[in-house]
Each structure stands twice: as structure tokens, then as C-alpha cells.
């Protein structure tokens, strides 16, 4: 089956796992990373989930799942190896045309979750469609020594630019020559390398001489504390 990439806003949306065992664990971290609004329906929680559960992160529905629990949600993932549970939480889902994640049974899902190597707000996700996940979790990890914090650093100047190029009110194919200008790969190297000079004549050579550098300062020192690189 192919599936469309897209990437979804789950920030303050109520999404719904069903399990409370070891996958479920690692699916209710990643949506509270991205803000999500969890609640778990189980009967029993890892001691992880519990202390989330404690600090009011999460909201636990102590029971098994029922008819009519996926009601206003935006996501559900079912972390549940009880196939009969998978059913019904399917047809639930069909019927409301909620998004769906049935942990390691594709057939079962109208979405997947990709492996996603993240550097601040950059990601890069890799899918094999169900077909792999062991593959597809190689290929991460992969990325992730391939697009180090320098990138996530990068992503953060880069944002702050591109507020200014638009401030200026420019047309869209103007803007878009420009920012295709100020993307120069060698800027992760410059980060690296704590070429903050060069990395500021670019932008100034781009964007002229008086534009604001701050987001430069700002960049040194988040790369600084995610590697304890001296600046």
C-alpha cells in the first residue's frame, strides 16, 4: 500500500493510545513531544507512563478499550497485540474517520509512522510502508550521525531570516531567489567549524550589509550547549 507523506500539527489535539505497555510508552513520548494532549486507555501502565500519569501529562482511562472511546480524537495508535481489540478499534476509527496506527500491523492503519531522525525543528523521515521497520530504524540512526545539532542550528538562523526577507515585502519570486541564495549547504560546515564570520559576510553578502545579526549569537549559543563546543 502506498502511503502520502505528510507531516501533521499535532500540538494541543487530543490523540488517544491504547495500551500501556513498552511500544505505547514510546508512542505516548513522541506525541507529548510534539505537544500532543494524550490519554491512555489500559488497565496497567509501564512505571514511565505512571510517573507521566503523576506529573498530569497524560490522562489514563484505567480499563480495557470500549465502543465509543476514540470519540474526539484527532489521532489514535492502538499499542495492543489483542487482535480481536484491534478490530473493533479499527471499525471505530473507519467509522469515524479517524487517524489510525495499529502498531506493526499495516493492514490496520491508515497512517504509518515513519523513523525520524530530528535536529531541533529538522526532521527526516523514513518510511518502507510497513514493509521494514528494522530497515527503516537502521536508516535513522543513519541520518542521525549524518545531520548532526549543527543543522538544528542552522534551521534556527535560517527562521530567523526569513522573517526579515519577508518584512521587506518583496514579490514571492523575488523572495524565493533569496532564500534560495541565504540555503547554502556549506552553512552546517560553517557551524560546525564555529565559522561564525564567514557564516555572517554570506549573509550579509546576501542580504546587505545591515541586516540584523543577531539570530547569529543566539545560534552560537545553542550550539554550544547541545555539544559543549568553546565558542
Not at 506493526?104 to 521497520?133: E, M
Request: charged fraction near 25%; hydrophobic fraction near 45%.
Amino acid at each position: 500500500m502506498d502511503y502520502f507523506p505528510v507531516c501533521l500539527q499535532v500540538a494541543g489535539r487530543l490523540c488517544i493510545v491504547i495500551g500501556g505497555g513498552r511500544v505505547a510508552e514510546r508512542k505516548v513520548k513522541s506525541l507529548l513531544a510534539y505537544g500532543a494532549k494524550v490519554k491512555v486507555i489500559s488497565p496497567e501502565l509501564t512505571g514511565a507512563l505512571a510517573l507521566l500519569r503523576d506529573q498530569a501529562q497524560i490522562e489514563w482511562l484505567a480499563r480495557p478499550y470500549r465502543q465509543g472511546d476514540l470519540g474526539g480524537a484527532f489521532l489514535v495508535i492502538a499499542a495492543t497485540d489483542d487482535p480481536a481489540v484491534q478490530d473493533q478499534v479499527f471499525a471505530e476509527a473507519e467509522t469515524n474517520n479517524t487517524l489510525l496506527n495499529v502498531a506493526d500491523v499495516p493492514n490496520r492503519c491508515n497512517f504509518i509512522l515513519p523513523a525520524t531522525a530530528r535536529s531541533g525543528d529538522l526532521s527526516i523521515s523514513v518510511s518502507t510502508a510497513g514493509r521494514s521497520p528494522a530497515l527503516a530504524g537502521k536508516l535513522r540512526r543513519e541520518l542521525e550521525s549524518m545531520f548532526g545539532p549543527e543543522y538544528g542550528v542552522l534551521l534556527g538562523v535560517l527562521g530567523a531570516l526569513r522573517e526579515i526577507v519577508l518584512a521587506r515585502g518583496y514579490a514571492h519570486d523575488d523572495n524565493k531567489i533569496v532564500f534560495g541564495r541565504l540555503a547554502d549547504l556549506s552553512m552546517a560546515q560553517w557551524v560546525r567549524d564555529g565559522l561564525w564570520e564567514k557564516m555572517a559576510k554570506h549573509i550579509q553578502d546576501v542580504l546587505g550589509d545591515d541586516v540584523d545579526l543577531s539570530c547569529l549569537e543566539s545560534a552560537k549559543v545553542k550550539y554550544q550547549q547541545a555539544t559543549g563546543a568553546v565558542i
